[in-house]
C-alpha cells in the first residue's frame, strides 16, 4: 500500500483588513480586550469573495505549487460551515471554476475539525488506482454567520481559505495516521439556530436567526482537553513521542488555549505555529492556512513530523501525525 502525501498547499484570506480598534466602532470592545483574552489583534473580512471563490483562489496557488494539472485531480472535498448554498455544494463550485472535470466533489460540515475530518476522508478515497490526487480545501465566510451585534463572538472570526493537494504516492511519508472523534450531546454550545419545519401544511415559529451563537467558557474547558489528547493519542497508537514532532500546528482560535495545551503537553510554545493574531479563528480554514503559511516559509522540510489538530462545533475534534 502506498502513502499520501501532501504535495501543494495554497491559501486565500478576505481582503478586508478589520482591527481590534475598527470591531470597537461596531461592539463595546476594546483592543486590550480582545488582545489580552484571545491573542488576535485583527482579521480579515471578505469583501467580494464568496466561499467558493475563497476556495478556489487557495487551491488555484496550492495546485501550482504541487505542480500538476487540474485535470489530474480526481476529488474535491471542500470543508466548511459557511456555504453560499445548500446546492450546489462548494467543492462543485470550486470544480466547475477550476475546470477540474474529472474529479468527484462533495463538501464535509465538521466545523473547525473540518480538514482534519476531510483529509481523513480523502486519503480513504486514494487508492492509487481510481484516486490519486485529491484537493482538499477548508474555506469559511464567517463573517456572514457571526452575530455583529454580539461582542462575545463576533470578536473572534475572520474569513478565509486554505487548500492542500494530496498524492498517492510509493515514496515514505505523509499521512502517518488520523484521530478523529464528535459529541453531538454537546452541540448545543456552539450553534448557528436551526431551520425549523416550514411548508404549507405546518406553521413554523422560526424566528430566522441563524447567526452563532457560543457558550465560551464550556467550548474553552472543552478545547483545553481535547487538544492533548488528541495529540497524544496519535503519537500514542503509533509509539512516537513528542521530542520526535517538529511542530504542531493547532486551529486558530485563541491564544491562551495554545498556552495552555503547551502547558499541558510540555511543548514550548515556539513549536506551535500561531497566526490567529492576524486572522481570527477562521474555523475550518485555519489549519491549511497555517499550513501554507509554514510551507511559503520553508518552516517545514522533507522527512519532518508534524501534528495538525483541530476542535470545534458539533462537537468535533481531531489530529493528525503527518510526515512531510
Ligand atoms: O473554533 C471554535 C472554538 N471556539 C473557541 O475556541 C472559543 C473558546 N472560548 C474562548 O476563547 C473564550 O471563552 C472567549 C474569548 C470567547 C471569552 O473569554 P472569557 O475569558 O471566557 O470571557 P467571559 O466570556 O468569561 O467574559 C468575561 C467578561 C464578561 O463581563 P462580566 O460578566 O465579567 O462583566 C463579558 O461580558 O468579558 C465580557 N466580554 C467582553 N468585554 C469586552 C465578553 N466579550 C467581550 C468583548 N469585549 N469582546
Known amino acids: 500500500m502506498g502513502n499520501i502525501r501532501i ?18 466602532t461596531i461592539v463595546d470592545t476594546s483592543d486590550q480586550w480582545i488582545t489580552s483574552r484571545t491573542g488576535i489583534k485583527e482579521r480579515r473580512i471578505s469583501i467580494s469573495k464568496n466561499t467558493s471563490d475563497l476556495a478556489t483562489d487557495a487551491a488555484i496557488k496550492a495546485i501550482k505549487t504541487a505542480e500538476i494539472d487540474v485535470l489530474d485531480l ?6 466548511t460551515t459557511t456555504p453560499e448554498s445548500f446546492t450546489p455544494s462548494t467543492a462543485c463550485l470550486v470544480q466547475a471554476k477550476l ?11 465538521a466545523a473547525c475539525s473540518g480538514f482534519i475530518y476531510s483529509i481523513n476522508c480523502a486519503r480513504k478515497f486514494l487508492d492509487g488506482i481510481r484516486f490519486k490526487k485529491a484537493l482538499v480545501v477548508g474555506a469559511e465566510v464567517l463573517s456572514r454567520i457571526v452575530d455583529w451585534k454580539d461582542r462575545s463572538t463576533c470578536v473572534l472570526f475572520g474569513d478565509g481559505a486554505g487548500a492542500a493537494i494530496l ?12 484521530y478523529i472523534g464528535s459529541n453531538g450531546s454537546k452541540g448545543k454550545c456552539l450553534n448557528t439556530g436551526r431551520f425549523n419545519i416550514e411548508n404549507p401544511f405546518v406553521k413554523s415559529d422560526d424566528v430566522g436567526n441563524h447567526k452563532l451563537s457560543m457558550a465560551g467558557k464550556e467550548v474553552f474547558k472543552f478545547a483545553v482537553n481535547i ?14 513521542s513528542l521530542d520526535e514532532i517538529k511542530y504542531i500546528v493547532p486551529h486558530q482560535a485563541n491564544y491562551r488555549i495554545v498556552e495552555s495545551a503547551s502547558k499541558r ?5 515556539d513549536r506551535f505555529y500561531i497566526n490567529l493574531n492576524k486572522y481570527g479563528n477562521t474555523s475550518a480554514a485555519s489549519i491549511p492556512i497555517a499550513l501554507d503559511e509554514m510551507n511559503e516559509k520553508g518552516m517545514i522540510n522533507k522527512g519532518d513530523k508534524i501534528i ?17
Not at 503537553?265 to 510554545?269: R, T
Open 7 to 24: 504535495i501543494g498547499t495554497g491559501r486565500c484570506l478576505g481582503e478586508k483588513v478589520v482591527s481590534n480598534d475598527d470591531i470597537a
Open 74 to 79: 480526481d476529488l474535491i472535498i471542500v470543508a
Open 99 to 109: 475546470g477540474a472535470e474529472n474529479a468527484v466533489a462533495f463538501d464535509i460540515s
Open 167 to 178: 498524492e498517492y504516492s510509493e515514496e515514505a511519508g505523509g499521512v502517518i495516521d488520523v
Open 227 to 240: 487538544i492533548p489528547y488528541s495529540v497524544s493519542k496519535v503519537l500514542e497508537e503509533n509509539s512516537i
Open 265 to 269: 503537553l510540555k511543548v514550548p510554545m
Open 308 to 324: 495538525l489538530v483541530g476542535f470545534g462545533g458539533g462537537l468535533t475534534w481531531g489530529a493528525i501525525l503527518l510526515q512531510w
